[in-house]
């Protein structure tokens, strides 16, 4: 504990500078809503969530004159006698600061996965005060999937839990979209839609981010009106309790999608029939896009806006992407430019402040399209400025470099990591610790922001963390140092073993430097096929090291709920490889028509590795189905509306759409997944193997297929409960694992 505590002071105090990038006056009304006395009670009523009574020991004040002339937030710790002052320039910068004493300080630690907050008493001392001001404007938090991915079923605790880790993260720009269908609605029904046809069009709650941008309408729907009311319900509470932190939320804008039933309304509109997005044919995907231009575009704008405006007021900022991987119907420059500049314009004309935010996904995702003339028509349709753009896929394929920052609009360095919410251990720490101060030297640089954008949350909480710190910090760190404060931090006690097993992780699965979009790839979470990619981005002999270590910790640190979740991840890493492995070895042993070899390594897959990782993950509530189902069917008010979530949440992570459009894009590592979906593909895909080579007939992949499909969709529809309450001694069941499969993991390695 000392140790990190003197680790905390040469930290903090070193922090002092301001590195000052460009100053947007036009973005100088983002900016807290609420006054100081409100934000300071909403910092304290979050400590006391946190900490319970030792949260009367801190003296918390947000005073928003610490802001600096260029609208930088700061913090301040000071001792008073035997309490901790806490002073914030805004209730996220309080709850920053309180978060930095407790994590340097105290040794605490909060993540997705749990926390360490045994709090010492009393508590230590801050020698002498310490400022500590943040180089850039804004901490974005969030992508358009987000809500679906990872947000989709959450209730109101849920949301209380995951706001306070904003704030305590120093998040103070979230997106908000929660509830917007809703509005959507009333704009519809005002146009003159009916309710049938509104139906039809929305998504169901698990593919709502994708129905938001145009992607696909109506598969996995309708929504009820129950759902839309508790949604609506939801955000009110979110945008109050964002707001009473200081936060600025971003809510969403209209980018030009348009239900097709509007055609009979207005039939002589003008509109664009886009093609299908992702497999996906023209039933749930061909949206139309209005064309900005067109008078409606700017009507239905200027309604949803006003009614957003009046339902949930605003912070100013809104999110709208029209080419979300669909490219307009003219690369014409003049054409993008008056794109932008009508959504721009129906946003202004009602809020006359509005800032409108950007993706930058399209020009990572279409760099064919999206040429040097291209961004810059669409990005200066709007005046400089008023537009802010999300680098969104920065820490891989930044885009600012490429386009002399945006051309003079503002942006936001984003940390994107994760698809889909897959697990797998992963990242990219080098270029997170240094790709933030680069960006911001950058030569005429126009960032005014750092974010996290992942698609899905609840996995690699280090890395999230890390980004996190780099948000307030001038200069890079010591990622050696900083990894091993944050091992002891996270179980609350320094161990060598475990200490050692992160730098390794550092060094192997967190030091991927390639460009790995889909990153969880592996055999293991994949339709099998003889010509499956097996490639990883790191050491493999590094990441069975470090589940070596990791197992000979676990004497140490068998009480924290943490180590035994990073226990479980780690060994579940390891066992993913090893599906690789084994897998490798049937596919040579089947080319070589060696049917006891496929059959001796088949049946260790199918009858004892994949049920273990089964056990394994079923024994920490983290990883279980039954959570994700559970809390699906606890949104439903009838028995229907419980099926249809049910079918929702399944769809999701496995076929992604009714015939596999998007397969296994989101998929997860979960107890009962594992065992009833991965692992029998697994078993039909060595039965066919076997018959192959039994039969003297080839395997035929396109027929495998269509079999798989049966068992994949039986899956969704099997109607099994599952638990989700974990089960199982998660240290017995890893002890067991270990020594049978780790010298095999070792004997892997040393081909
Ligand atoms: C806020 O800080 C300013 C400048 O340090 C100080 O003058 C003022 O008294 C503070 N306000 C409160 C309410 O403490
Ligand atoms: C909605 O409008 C469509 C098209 O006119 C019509 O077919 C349908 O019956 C209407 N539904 C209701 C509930 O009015
Ligand atoms: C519709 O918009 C396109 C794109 O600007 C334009 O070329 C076309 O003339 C418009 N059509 C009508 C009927 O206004
Ligand atoms: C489009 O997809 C739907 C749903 O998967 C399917 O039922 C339909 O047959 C497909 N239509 C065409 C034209 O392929
Ligand atoms: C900035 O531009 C100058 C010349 O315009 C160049 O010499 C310098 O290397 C550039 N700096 C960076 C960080 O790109
Ligand atoms: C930076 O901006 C200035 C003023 O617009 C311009 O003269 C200069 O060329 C820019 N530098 C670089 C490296 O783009
Ligand atoms: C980082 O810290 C380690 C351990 O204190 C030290 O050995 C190493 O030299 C440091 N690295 C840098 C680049 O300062
Ligand atoms: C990551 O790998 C690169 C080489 O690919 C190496 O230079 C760097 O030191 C590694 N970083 C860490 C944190 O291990
Ligand atoms: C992988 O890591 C092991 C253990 O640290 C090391 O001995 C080996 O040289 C590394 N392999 C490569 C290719 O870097």
Known sequence: MMRVAALAVVFLTSLGLVVSGKVFQTLSHLKPQYRDAVQTAAVQDLLHRLIGDRADEFLIYVNNSLTDSDGLD????????????VVGSSGVAAATGCYSYLKYYCGCHISWSGVQLRVPSPLPL????????????????????????????WDWARWEKEIDWMALNGINMPLAFTGQEAIWQRVYLSLGLNQSEINEFFTGPAFLAWGRMGNIHTWGGPLSSSWMLKQLSLQNKILERMRSLGMITVL???????????????????????????????TYSCSYLLH??????????????TEIIREFGTDHIYSADTFNEMCPTSSDPAYLSAISSAIFKSMVDVDPGAIWLMQGWLFVNSPSFWKPAQIRALLHGAP??????????????????????FYGQPFIWCMLHNFGGNHGLYGQVDSVNTGPFDALAFNNSTMVGTGITPEGIEQNDMIYELMNEIAWLSNPLNLTEWISSYSTRRYGLENTNAQSAWQL?????????????DHNHSPLVRRPSLRMNTDICYNQTKLFEAWMFMY?????????STFLYDLVDVTREALQQLVTEYYKEIRVAYLNEDLEKVMTAGGVLVYDLLPELDNLLSSQPQFLLGRWLEAARQMAVTEEEASLYDMNSRNQITLWGPTGNILDYANKQFGGLVQDYYKERWSLFLWCLIESLNMDIPFQQDLFNKAVFSVENEFIYNGKKYSSTPTGNTIEIVKNIFIKYYPIARKFTSY
């Open 74 to 85: 700061a913090y301040q710790l000071s001792s008073v006698g035997e309490k901790v002052a």
């Open 384 to 405: 400089i400025g008023r537009i802010i753009v999300l680098d969104l896929f920065a820490e891989n394929m930044p885009v600012y470099q490429s386009t002399e920052s």
């Open 505 to 517: 992780l550092l060094e192997s699965v967190y030091n991927c430097t390639q460009s790995w979009k």
């Open 252 to 282: 969403p804008g209209f980018s030009g999608h348009i239900p097709q039933s509007l055609l009979r309304v207005f039939p002589k509109i003008n509109v664009t029939r886009l093609g299908g997005w992702s497999n996906f044919n023209c």
């Open 292 to 305: 900005p231009e067109d008078p409606l575009f700017h009507t239905i704008g200027g309604l949803f806006m």
């Open 552 to 560: 000979y910790a676990t004497p140490y640190l068998a009480d924290s």
């Open 126 to 153: 801050v020698a002498s005060p310490v400022t500590v001001r943040t180089p850039n404007r804004f901490r974005y938090y969030q992508n358009v999937c987000t809500s679906s991915y990872s947000f989709v079923w």
